[in-house]
């Protein structure tokens, strides 16, 4: 998949023979690829690559807060801190922490906390670190799907996964799953996440124009391709205890 590394917004985002930048068709997803147990220090732990973007997540919990005084004495808290690498854009990035990357980290918070049990963990936290090594649009939709793998992987109770895309529209049409220089030179970027025990929207932000039609439109979109990106997950998890059990039954369970 080609990166578009400078920032220069090409006039089209469509080619003659009507597919985008990249090549895919308007409602095509980029290549997805997700794994999890994949740092050894973390309680859990998960990788995904989403086209250009690659994100490591580690997640810590439960346990003590600290600095105490963030404790609460009637519930568990979770706490998210999403990252950029310095490299992770073509401009270098200021490693300190910008009001994107807290934003981000307060969206991200509020798109993970309905799936976690908090009101079992009292005086204790949640913390989930996320670390965008390659960006490329879509980032927080990436963090919020990768977390979710995360803290599964570190066996925390949940209610279900969550999974995040970006829908918009770019040139007058509506696209799934957009890219870096999609979401800088198109029209609309819908970013959205669904958690799954309840269907509901647990992210849903809104940077552009389009109708009342299109967004109803886009929310269609949107949910056909968090089907698709739960599945990947959900075998993401299966993956890690297939290896599992097939390392304990010495490789006979091997197909
Ligand atoms: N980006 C960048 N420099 C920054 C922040 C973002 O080059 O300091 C790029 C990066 O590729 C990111 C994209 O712009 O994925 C879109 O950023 P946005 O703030 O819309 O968030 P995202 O789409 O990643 O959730």
């Not at 980029?30 to 050894?40: A, D, F, H």
């Not at 706490?79 to 950029?84: D, E, I, L, P």
């Not at 220089?181 to 124009?209: H, M, R, V, Y």
Request: hydrophobic share 40%; aromatic share 8%; proline share 5%.
């Amino acid at each position: 998949m080609p990166l578009i590394i400078k920032d220069e917004y090409p006039e089209k985002l469509f080619r003659e023979d009507g597919k985008r930048l990249d090549g895919r068709d308007k409602h095509e997803l980029r290549p997805i690829k997700m794994e999890v147990g994949v740092l050894k220090n973390a309680d859990g732990s998960a990788y995904l690559e989403w086209g250009n973007n690659k994100i490591y997540c580690a997640v810590y919990g439960p346990r003590d807060v600290h600095p105490h005084y963030l404790a609460k004495p009637d519930k568990g808290i979770l706490r998210v801190f999403y990252r950029m690498s310095t490299f992770s854009v073509f401009e270098r990035k200021r490693p300190a922490p910008g009001r994107r990357e807290k934003e981000i980290s307060m969206v991200l918070t509020d798109c993970l906390e309905p799936l976690l049990f908090l009101e079992l963990y009292p005086g204790n936290s949640f913390e989930v670190f996320i670390n965008v090594m390659d960006a490329d649009g879509g980032t927080r939709c990436a963090c919020a799907t990768v977390a979710a793998l995360a803290l599964a992987d570190a066996g925390v109770p949940m209610r279900s996964l969550v999974t995040a895309v970006a829908v918009g529209k770019i040139d007058g049409e509506l696209v799934t799953d957009l890219s870096g220089i999609e979401d800088k030179a198109g029209d609309a970027d819908l970013p959205c996440a669904i958690t799954w025990f309840n269907e509901e929207f647990s992210l849903l932000q809104f940077d552009g124009k389009m109708d009342l039609k299109e967004f109803d439109k886009c929310l269609i979109l949107a949910k056909n391709a968090l089907t698709k990106i739960h599945e990947i997950q959900l075998n993401a998890l299966k993956n890690k205890y297939i290896a599992i059990q097939e390392e304990y039954s010495g490789g006979k369970n091997k197909k």
